[in-house]
């Protein structure tokens, strides 16, 4: 049975849907069966996913009752994590230099207040140049005893990363942390990853490496990591035949983020970006005056 024909719209806004959903179906058409390359097919998710959303807003707009952005789930493990993320922001920074062995795992954040050139958008400012985790010695463990030092632990290994770097001085670092009931260390550390982008992070793309336990240039032909690209002095490193990134394109990409991901100058303005994020429904205009008859 042939399929029933699509029964076209007088009016000019749903002629253009019909359009939509024709051009739509071309696209989907001429895509199937084709051997796309992995870049094209994350291009083309990618538009279908942008364009989508614009879809979805359109298709809110037509609604006359306004929607909430989300419904409150205290049982959500990402709102949990944000929560905790919070909770450790709120906490005093320390001198990662002067820090004393304490028990306990979960969330940190190191900040950087000195002068190297490449990190003075972030400089003494509340914007972390890297976030973490610890995770605890046994994930059952119910107290920070059984945890172990692992947040001190993981803080120290960064401690010893930065004071092999001849061009990075261990006293222009700063940290906060928060020892964490086990298991909930893992959402707050992706709230923080997506809230402040870091540039020391992994995820984030550009100076990534910190983490970097050693390879040894013997047995495995490895890159330079950006991070001992910029910061070169640890030993197994300097073993590498090349750089994953020169230091100019280093520099160049640090540039563009900056102006991307605006740092955060102060924790008035990282609260007010929760508190935003916490709102489901946008404002109501306040009446300039009351009305009387």
Known sequence: MAAPKKQKSTKPGLQNLDKLSTVLDDVVGGLSGKALDSSEVQRVRG?????ARNLAAASEKLD???RPTSVFDPSN???VGRFIALTMIAQNRAPLSKLERFYG???YAIYYVGSFQAYRAIANQEHPIYVGKADPADDKARDAIQQGTKLWDRLNEHRKSISKAPNLNLDDFECRFL?????????AEEYLIKLFRPIWNSEVKLVYGIGKHGDSATTRVNKRSPWDTLH??????AGSLADQKPISLIETELKKHFVEAKPYKSLKDIFSRFMSEMRQLPAVPKSRGRTTK
């Open 47 to 51: 538009r279908l996913e942008e364009i």
């Open 77 to 79: 493990p990402a709102l």
């Open 64 to 66: 006359p009752t306004r």
């Open 232 to 237: 070169p002095g640890r030993e197994w490193a």
């Open 179 to 187: 020892v964490v009931a086990s298991g909930w260390q893992k959402a």
């Open 105 to 107: 795992a979960g969330v």
